[in-house]
Protein backbone atom coordinates (compact mmCIF):
# COMPACT_ATOMS: atom_id res chain seq x y z
CA UNK A 1 0.00 0.00 0.00
CA UNK A 2 1.31 3.42 -0.78
CA UNK A 3 2.25 6.56 1.83
CA UNK A 4 -0.54 8.05 -0.13
CA UNK A 5 -3.06 4.81 0.87
CA UNK A 6 -1.86 4.92 3.83
CA UNK A 7 -2.71 8.40 4.75
CA UNK A 8 -6.26 8.42 3.71
CA UNK A 9 -6.64 5.49 5.39
CA UNK A 10 -5.74 6.90 8.79
CA UNK A 11 -7.64 9.88 7.64
CA UNK A 12 -10.82 7.91 7.13
CA UNK A 13 -10.46 5.91 10.58
CA UNK A 14 -10.00 9.41 12.36
CA UNK A 15 -12.91 10.76 10.56
CA UNK A 16 -14.84 7.88 11.63
CA UNK A 17 -14.12 8.05 15.26
CA UNK A 18 -15.07 11.79 15.09
CA UNK A 19 -18.35 10.81 13.32
CA UNK A 20 -19.61 8.42 15.48
CA UNK A 21 -18.36 8.98 18.87
CA UNK A 22 -20.89 10.26 21.47
CA UNK A 23 -20.53 13.79 22.48
CA UNK A 24 -20.88 13.91 25.99
CA UNK A 25 -21.47 17.40 28.35
CA UNK A 26 -20.47 16.94 31.73
CA UNK A 27 -21.60 20.92 31.88
CA UNK A 28 -25.73 19.93 30.83
CA UNK A 29 -25.28 16.90 33.60
CA UNK A 30 -24.33 18.82 36.03
CA UNK A 31 -28.06 20.26 35.83
CA UNK A 32 -29.51 17.02 35.66
CA UNK A 33 -27.52 15.37 39.08
CA UNK A 34 -28.54 18.72 41.31
CA UNK A 35 -32.10 18.32 40.29
CA UNK A 36 -31.88 14.56 41.13
CA UNK A 37 -30.30 15.32 44.37
CA UNK A 38 -33.13 18.46 44.89
CA UNK A 39 -35.70 15.96 44.40
CA UNK A 40 -37.99 15.64 47.34
CA UNK A 41 -38.36 12.03 47.23
CA UNK A 42 -34.86 11.33 46.85
CA UNK A 43 -34.32 12.66 50.98
CA UNK A 44 -36.09 14.58 53.85
CA UNK A 45 -33.79 18.05 52.96
CA UNK A 46 -35.92 21.11 51.36
CA UNK A 47 -34.26 22.37 48.56
CA UNK A 48 -34.27 25.86 49.89
CA UNK A 49 -34.03 27.01 53.30
CA UNK A 50 -33.04 29.85 55.16
CA UNK A 51 -30.28 30.40 57.46
CA UNK A 52 -31.01 29.14 61.50
CA UNK A 53 -32.80 32.33 62.65
CA UNK A 54 -30.70 31.62 66.50
CA UNK A 55 -27.48 33.89 64.08
CA UNK A 56 -29.30 36.85 63.95
CA UNK A 57 -32.07 39.06 65.80
CA UNK A 58 -35.48 39.54 64.82
CA UNK A 59 -37.45 42.76 64.97
CA UNK A 60 -41.39 42.06 64.37
CA UNK A 61 -43.12 45.05 63.28
CA UNK A 62 -45.77 46.46 65.29
CA UNK A 63 -47.37 48.52 62.81
CA UNK A 64 -47.85 47.65 59.24
CA UNK A 65 -45.20 48.88 56.62
CA UNK A 66 -46.43 51.92 54.30
CA UNK A 67 -45.51 50.87 50.53
CA UNK A 68 -44.35 53.10 47.85
CA UNK A 69 -46.46 51.89 45.25
CA UNK A 70 -49.72 50.58 47.14
CA UNK A 71 -50.33 53.20 49.23
CA UNK A 72 -53.69 52.11 50.47
CA UNK A 73 -52.70 48.62 50.96
CA UNK A 74 -49.86 48.53 53.12
CA UNK A 75 -47.93 45.22 54.47
CA UNK A 76 -49.89 43.78 57.15
CA UNK A 77 -47.04 42.39 59.61
CA UNK A 78 -43.25 41.94 58.69
CA UNK A 79 -40.12 41.43 60.08
CA UNK A 80 -37.01 42.28 59.82
CA UNK A 81 -33.46 40.09 60.84
CA UNK A 82 -30.49 42.08 61.99
CA UNK A 83 -27.11 41.91 63.83
CA UNK A 84 -24.72 44.20 65.17
CA UNK A 85 -21.38 45.02 66.17
CA UNK A 86 -19.70 47.50 69.03
CA UNK A 87 -21.80 48.72 71.97
CA UNK A 88 -24.50 51.26 71.63
CA UNK A 89 -22.94 54.61 73.79
CA UNK A 90 -25.21 56.01 76.87
CA UNK A 91 -26.24 58.70 74.93
CA UNK A 92 -26.68 56.66 71.71
CA UNK A 93 -25.10 58.71 69.39
CA UNK A 94 -22.44 56.45 68.13
CA UNK A 95 -24.92 54.57 65.53
CA UNK A 96 -23.75 53.22 62.08
CA UNK A 97 -26.64 51.68 59.77
CA UNK A 98 -24.87 49.56 57.44
CA UNK A 99 -27.00 48.84 54.13
CA UNK A 100 -26.42 45.72 51.89
CA UNK A 101 -26.20 45.20 48.82
CA UNK A 102 -28.61 42.93 46.33
CA UNK A 103 -28.18 39.13 48.15
CA UNK A 104 -26.39 39.74 51.09
CA UNK A 105 -27.83 39.01 54.11
CA UNK A 106 -27.24 40.60 57.91
CA UNK A 107 -23.97 38.86 58.77
CA UNK A 108 -22.04 41.29 57.42
CA UNK A 109 -19.23 40.46 60.37
CA UNK A 110 -18.39 37.13 62.64
CA UNK A 111 -20.41 37.46 66.09
CA UNK A 112 -20.95 35.26 69.15
CA UNK A 113 -24.26 33.68 67.67
CA UNK A 114 -22.58 33.10 64.20
CA UNK A 115 -18.19 33.28 64.30
CA UNK A 116 -18.02 32.28 60.34
CA UNK A 117 -16.57 35.55 58.24
CA UNK A 118 -19.56 37.76 57.17
CA UNK A 119 -19.36 39.90 53.87
CA UNK A 120 -17.44 42.68 54.65
CA UNK A 121 -15.40 41.28 57.47
CA UNK A 122 -12.36 42.89 56.83
CA UNK A 123 -13.67 46.23 57.18
CA UNK A 124 -16.16 45.72 60.73
CA UNK A 125 -13.84 45.30 64.11
CA UNK A 126 -11.72 47.29 66.47
CA UNK A 127 -9.43 49.65 64.43
CA UNK A 128 -11.23 48.79 60.94
CA UNK A 129 -13.16 51.11 58.94
CA UNK A 130 -15.90 50.35 60.86
CA UNK A 131 -14.92 50.90 64.26
CA UNK A 132 -16.59 48.87 66.87
CA UNK A 133 -14.54 50.66 69.74
CA UNK A 134 -16.47 53.75 68.88
CA UNK A 135 -19.39 52.94 67.01
CA UNK A 136 -22.52 50.62 67.29
CA UNK A 137 -22.99 49.20 63.25
CA UNK A 138 -26.51 47.80 62.84
CA UNK A 139 -27.25 45.54 59.50
CA UNK A 140 -30.56 44.12 58.56
CA UNK A 141 -31.64 42.08 55.46
CA UNK A 142 -33.56 44.19 53.67
CA UNK A 143 -37.74 43.63 53.01
CA UNK A 144 -37.63 41.31 49.95
CA UNK A 145 -35.05 39.15 50.78
CA UNK A 146 -34.54 36.21 52.16
CA UNK A 147 -32.07 35.74 55.02
CA UNK A 148 -34.57 35.91 57.86
CA UNK A 149 -36.55 39.47 56.53
CA UNK A 150 -40.03 39.23 55.21
CA UNK A 151 -39.82 38.38 51.10
CA UNK A 152 -41.50 36.52 48.93
CA UNK A 153 -40.57 32.68 50.70
CA UNK A 154 -42.57 34.12 53.64
CA UNK A 155 -45.59 32.75 55.02
CA UNK A 156 -48.53 34.95 54.32
CA UNK A 157 -50.86 35.74 57.12
CA UNK A 158 -53.96 35.43 54.94
CA UNK A 159 -53.13 31.74 53.27
CA UNK A 160 -50.30 30.02 55.72
CA UNK A 161 -48.72 29.53 52.38
CA UNK A 162 -45.64 31.51 50.78
CA UNK A 163 -46.21 34.36 49.18
CA UNK A 164 -44.45 33.69 46.36
CA UNK A 165 -45.39 36.46 43.34
CA UNK A 166 -48.28 37.74 45.45
CA UNK A 167 -45.71 39.55 47.39
CA UNK A 168 -46.09 43.25 46.86
CA UNK A 169 -43.48 45.11 44.33
CA UNK A 170 -41.31 46.56 46.99
CA UNK A 171 -39.06 50.08 46.73
CA UNK A 172 -35.97 50.41 47.96
CA UNK A 173 -37.71 53.28 49.76
CA UNK A 174 -39.71 50.57 51.47
CA UNK A 175 -36.04 49.24 52.63
CA UNK A 176 -35.14 51.93 54.08
CA UNK A 177 -38.64 53.14 56.11
CA UNK A 178 -38.86 49.24 57.62
CA UNK A 179 -34.93 50.03 58.49
CA UNK A 180 -35.76 52.85 60.16
CA UNK A 181 -39.05 51.72 62.51
CA UNK A 182 -36.47 49.17 63.13
CA UNK A 183 -34.17 52.33 64.73
CA UNK A 184 -36.78 53.38 66.15
CA UNK A 185 -37.58 50.28 68.29
CA UNK A 186 -33.57 50.45 69.12
CA UNK A 187 -34.88 53.62 70.65
CA UNK A 188 -32.14 55.53 68.54
CA UNK A 189 -32.73 59.21 67.36
CA UNK A 190 -29.68 60.23 65.46
CA UNK A 191 -27.50 58.02 63.14
CA UNK A 192 -24.37 59.19 63.08
CA UNK A 193 -23.90 57.72 59.83
CA UNK A 194 -25.59 55.22 57.03
CA UNK A 195 -23.04 53.36 55.15
CA UNK A 196 -23.93 51.31 52.00
CA UNK A 197 -22.48 49.91 49.50
CA UNK A 198 -24.36 49.21 45.78
CA UNK A 199 -27.64 48.53 46.57
CA UNK A 200 -26.61 49.65 50.11
CA UNK A 201 -25.40 52.77 48.52
CA UNK A 202 -29.09 53.35 47.24
CA UNK A 203 -30.69 53.02 50.31
CA UNK A 204 -27.90 55.40 52.17
CA UNK A 205 -28.65 58.12 49.42
CA UNK A 206 -32.41 57.72 49.96
CA UNK A 207 -31.96 57.48 53.98
CA UNK A 208 -30.05 60.94 53.88
CA UNK A 209 -33.51 62.19 51.76
CA UNK A 210 -36.33 60.41 53.04
CA UNK A 211 -34.84 61.44 57.29
CA UNK A 212 -32.09 64.32 57.03
CA UNK A 213 -32.76 65.47 60.40
CA UNK A 214 -31.44 62.32 61.58
CA UNK A 215 -28.80 61.22 59.28
CA UNK A 216 -25.40 62.66 60.05
CA UNK A 217 -23.19 61.23 56.97
CA UNK A 218 -24.01 59.23 54.04
CA UNK A 219 -21.37 56.87 52.89
CA UNK A 220 -22.26 55.59 49.12
CA UNK A 221 -19.88 53.23 48.04
CA UNK A 222 -20.43 52.03 44.33
CA UNK A 223 -23.98 53.43 44.47
CA UNK A 224 -25.81 55.89 42.56
CA UNK A 225 -29.00 57.94 42.82
CA UNK A 226 -30.44 56.54 39.63
CA UNK A 227 -30.45 52.81 38.10
CA UNK A 228 -28.93 53.50 34.24
CA UNK A 229 -30.75 51.87 31.69
CA UNK A 230 -27.51 49.76 30.85
CA UNK A 231 -27.93 48.35 34.31
CA UNK A 232 -31.55 47.86 33.99
CA UNK A 233 -30.71 45.75 31.06
CA UNK A 234 -27.98 43.86 32.92
CA UNK A 235 -30.93 43.03 35.42
CA UNK A 236 -33.61 42.35 33.12
CA UNK A 237 -31.14 39.82 31.27
CA UNK A 238 -30.79 37.88 34.47
CA UNK A 239 -34.50 37.90 35.48
CA UNK A 240 -35.66 36.35 31.64
CA UNK A 241 -33.11 33.67 32.27
CA UNK A 242 -34.55 32.82 35.88
CA UNK A 243 -37.75 33.18 34.97
CA UNK A 244 -37.94 30.84 31.91
CA UNK A 245 -36.68 28.06 34.06
CA UNK A 246 -39.53 25.50 33.54
CA UNK A 247 -39.12 25.16 37.83
CA UNK A 248 -39.89 28.74 38.60
CA UNK A 249 -43.70 28.13 37.74
CA UNK A 250 -44.71 31.82 37.99
CA UNK A 251 -42.89 31.94 41.33
CA UNK A 252 -44.61 29.40 43.03
CA UNK A 253 -42.28 26.37 43.53
CA UNK A 254 -41.77 26.11 47.42
CA UNK A 255 -43.18 22.69 47.45
CA UNK A 256 -41.13 21.36 44.15
CA UNK A 257 -37.96 21.78 42.51
CA UNK A 258 -36.46 25.56 42.80
CA UNK A 259 -35.03 26.91 39.68
CA UNK A 260 -31.37 26.23 40.03
CA UNK A 261 -30.65 26.56 36.28
CA UNK A 262 -32.46 29.85 35.80
CA UNK A 263 -30.15 30.90 39.01
CA UNK A 264 -26.93 29.24 37.87
CA UNK A 265 -27.54 31.24 35.08
CA UNK A 266 -28.21 34.40 36.33
CA UNK A 267 -25.93 34.40 39.03
CA UNK A 268 -22.93 33.87 35.62
CA UNK A 269 -24.48 37.27 34.15
CA UNK A 270 -24.18 38.95 37.37
CA UNK A 271 -20.87 37.73 38.22
CA UNK A 272 -19.61 38.94 34.95
CA UNK A 273 -21.00 43.19 35.83
CA UNK A 274 -19.82 42.48 38.91
CA UNK A 275 -16.06 42.50 37.80
CA UNK A 276 -13.99 43.71 34.91
CA UNK A 277 -12.57 43.29 31.84
CA UNK A 278 -8.70 43.87 32.67
CA UNK A 279 -8.84 41.83 36.10
CA UNK A 280 -10.13 39.12 33.92
CA UNK A 281 -7.01 40.04 31.56
CA UNK A 282 -4.83 39.88 34.67
CA UNK A 283 -6.25 36.73 36.32
CA UNK A 284 -7.03 34.09 33.59
CA UNK A 285 -6.07 35.83 30.06
CA UNK A 286 -6.77 32.77 27.81
CA UNK A 287 -5.96 30.30 29.83
CA UNK A 288 -7.13 27.06 29.08
CA UNK A 289 -8.39 23.79 31.17
CA UNK A 290 -5.57 21.26 32.23
CA UNK A 291 -5.23 18.34 29.42
CA UNK A 292 -5.57 14.55 30.65
CA UNK A 293 -2.51 12.82 31.38
CA UNK A 294 -2.85 11.08 28.61
CA UNK A 295 -3.70 13.15 26.02
CA UNK A 296 -0.04 15.80 26.71
CA UNK A 297 1.39 14.90 23.09
CA UNK A 298 -2.01 15.68 20.80
CA UNK A 299 -3.40 18.78 20.09
CA UNK A 300 -6.17 19.67 22.43
CA UNK A 301 -9.74 18.97 21.35
CA UNK A 302 -12.07 21.75 22.39
CA UNK A 303 -14.83 21.04 24.08
CA UNK A 304 -18.61 22.66 24.07
CA UNK A 305 -18.53 22.79 27.90
CA UNK A 306 -16.19 24.83 29.32
CA UNK A 307 -12.52 25.12 28.11
CA UNK A 308 -11.31 28.33 29.34
CA UNK A 309 -10.44 29.50 32.97
CA UNK A 310 -12.78 32.17 32.93
CA UNK A 311 -15.86 29.88 31.82
CA UNK A 312 -14.68 27.21 34.44
CA UNK A 313 -14.80 30.49 37.05
CA UNK A 314 -18.12 31.49 35.94
CA UNK A 315 -19.64 28.08 36.44
CA UNK A 316 -18.29 27.84 39.40
CA UNK A 317 -19.94 31.21 40.50
CA UNK A 318 -23.18 29.89 39.29
CA UNK A 319 -22.95 26.65 40.61
CA UNK A 320 -22.08 28.17 44.55
CA UNK A 321 -25.35 30.50 44.54
CA UNK A 322 -28.17 28.85 42.79
CA UNK A 323 -29.32 27.23 45.93
CA UNK A 324 -27.97 29.36 48.64
CA UNK A 325 -30.40 32.64 47.54
CA UNK A 326 -34.20 32.55 46.98
CA UNK A 327 -35.50 32.87 43.08
CA UNK A 328 -37.89 35.00 43.82
CA UNK A 329 -36.02 37.33 46.21
CA UNK A 330 -33.86 37.86 43.67
CA UNK A 331 -36.70 39.12 41.06
CA UNK A 332 -37.92 41.35 43.39
CA UNK A 333 -34.76 42.98 44.83
CA UNK A 334 -33.18 43.34 41.80
CA UNK A 335 -36.34 45.12 40.33
CA UNK A 336 -36.09 47.78 42.73
CA UNK A 337 -33.03 48.54 42.36
CA UNK A 338 -34.18 49.28 38.59
CA UNK A 339 -37.07 51.63 39.76
CA UNK A 340 -34.71 53.03 42.21
CA UNK A 341 -35.09 57.31 41.05
CA UNK A 342 -33.99 59.90 43.32
CA UNK A 343 -34.55 62.68 40.13
CA UNK A 344 -37.08 65.35 40.86
CA UNK A 345 -40.11 64.20 38.70
CA UNK A 346 -39.43 60.87 39.71
CA UNK A 347 -40.09 61.12 43.28
CA UNK A 348 -43.10 63.68 42.59
CA UNK A 349 -44.88 61.15 40.15
CA UNK A 350 -44.54 58.37 43.16
CA UNK A 351 -46.05 61.03 45.97
CA UNK A 352 -43.02 61.32 47.99
CA UNK A 353 -41.60 63.41 50.06
CA UNK A 354 -38.63 63.43 52.57
CA UNK A 355 -39.12 64.37 56.53
CA UNK A 356 -37.86 67.57 55.84
CA UNK A 357 -40.40 68.38 53.51
CA UNK A 358 -38.20 68.68 50.76
CA UNK A 359 -39.30 68.64 47.16
CA UNK A 360 -35.95 67.33 45.84
CA UNK A 361 -33.05 64.95 46.50
CA UNK A 362 -30.52 67.16 45.56
CA UNK A 363 -32.47 69.97 48.33
CA UNK A 364 -32.76 67.75 50.92
CA UNK A 365 -28.84 66.89 50.87
CA UNK A 366 -27.70 70.24 49.79
CA UNK A 367 -29.48 72.10 52.44
CA UNK A 368 -27.38 74.96 54.02
CA UNK A 369 -28.77 75.01 57.82
CA UNK A 370 -28.55 71.97 59.97
CA UNK A 371 -29.77 69.77 60.50
CA UNK A 372 -27.96 67.96 56.90
CA UNK A 373 -26.34 65.06 56.16
CA UNK A 374 -22.64 65.48 55.01
CA UNK A 375 -22.58 62.68 51.98
CA UNK A 376 -19.38 61.13 50.57
CA UNK A 377 -19.40 59.14 46.93
CA UNK A 378 -16.78 56.44 46.49
CA UNK A 379 -17.08 55.04 42.91
CA UNK A 380 -14.44 52.91 41.67
CA UNK A 381 -13.24 53.33 38.05
CA UNK A 382 -13.64 49.86 36.51
CA UNK A 383 -17.23 49.41 37.68
CA UNK A 384 -19.08 48.63 34.67
CA UNK A 385 -22.69 48.61 36.71
CA UNK A 386 -23.08 51.28 38.50
CA UNK A 387 -20.67 53.80 36.09
CA UNK A 388 -18.19 57.05 37.54
CA UNK A 389 -19.90 58.84 35.39
CA UNK A 390 -23.54 58.35 36.97
CA UNK A 391 -21.53 58.78 40.55
CA UNK A 392 -20.24 61.89 39.63
CA UNK A 393 -23.53 62.96 38.11
CA UNK A 394 -24.89 62.60 41.54
CA UNK A 395 -21.73 64.47 43.21
CA UNK A 396 -22.16 67.63 41.08
CA UNK A 397 -25.75 67.83 41.33
CA UNK A 398 -25.36 68.15 45.57
CA UNK A 399 -22.53 70.31 45.14
CA UNK A 400 -25.12 72.71 42.75
CA UNK A 401 -27.90 72.32 45.15
CA UNK A 402 -25.83 74.20 48.02
CA UNK A 403 -24.19 71.21 49.39
CA UNK A 404 -20.33 72.45 49.97
CA UNK A 405 -19.48 69.66 52.26
CA UNK A 406 -19.56 66.92 49.76
CA UNK A 407 -16.58 64.23 49.30
CA UNK A 408 -16.10 62.04 46.69
CA UNK A 409 -13.02 59.63 46.11
CA UNK A 410 -12.46 58.33 43.22
CA UNK A 411 -10.86 54.30 43.47
CA UNK A 412 -8.39 52.49 41.31
CA UNK A 413 -8.00 48.86 40.42
CA UNK A 414 -9.36 46.36 38.41
CA UNK A 415 -11.82 44.99 40.10
CA UNK A 416 -14.85 46.51 38.98
CA UNK A 417 -18.20 46.83 40.86
CA UNK A 418 -17.12 44.77 43.66
CA UNK A 419 -14.30 46.86 44.63
CA UNK A 420 -16.34 47.53 47.74
CA UNK A 421 -15.53 43.61 48.75
CA UNK A 422 -11.86 43.47 47.33
CA UNK A 423 -10.18 46.92 48.45
CA UNK A 424 -9.62 47.08 52.16
CA UNK A 425 -7.25 49.47 51.97
CA UNK A 426 -9.00 51.93 49.63
CA UNK A 427 -12.40 51.35 50.39
CA UNK A 428 -11.75 51.21 54.26
CA UNK A 429 -9.29 54.45 53.90
CA UNK A 430 -12.04 56.38 52.99
CA UNK A 431 -14.76 55.07 55.04
CA UNK A 432 -12.35 55.51 57.84
CA UNK A 433 -11.41 58.69 57.36
CA UNK A 434 -14.77 60.39 56.25
CA UNK A 435 -16.02 58.88 59.41
CA UNK A 436 -13.54 60.16 61.79
CA UNK A 437 -13.22 63.36 59.87
CA UNK A 438 -14.65 66.69 61.32
CA UNK A 439 -17.17 67.78 58.92
CA UNK A 440 -19.83 70.25 60.88
Same mark, same amino acid.
Not at 58 to 69: G, V
Not at 157 to 165: E, H, L, S, V, W
Not at 296 to 299: A, L, N, S, T
Given at each position: ??????????????????Q??????????????????????????????????T??H??? %?????????Y??????????????W?K????????????T??S?????????L???PGW??????????L?????????????G?C??S???S??S?????????T???V??????????K????????????????????????????????????????S??????????A?????R????????W??????????????M??????A?????SG?E???R????????? @??S????R???????F?????L???????????????L???S??????D? @???????????S???E???D?????????????? %??????D???T????????????????????Y?E?G?????????????G??????????????
Open positions: MSLRSLARTSLSRRLARWHSIPSFPCVDAHKERAARLDPNNGPEPPYARPSPSYIFH %SKEPLPLTYPSQPLPAYQLAYETGLSPSRDNVILLQGLASSHAASTSNPAWEKFIGPGKADTNQFFIVCTNVIGYGTGPSVPDTGKPYATFPISIFDMVRAQFLIDELGIQQLFAVVGSSMGGMQSIASGWMFPDRVGRVVSIGTARSSPSSILRFAQSVLMADPNNNGFYYDDLPPHIGKLARQITITYRPWEQFGRTLRQKS @SSQDEIVPQLCPDSIETYDHQGEEFCLKYDANSIYVKAMDLFM @SKPALEELQLTSALPSPQALGRSNPPHPHPT %STPAHSILFVDQQREMVDALRMAGNDKVSYLGVWGHDTFLLDVRVGGVVRGFLQSSVF
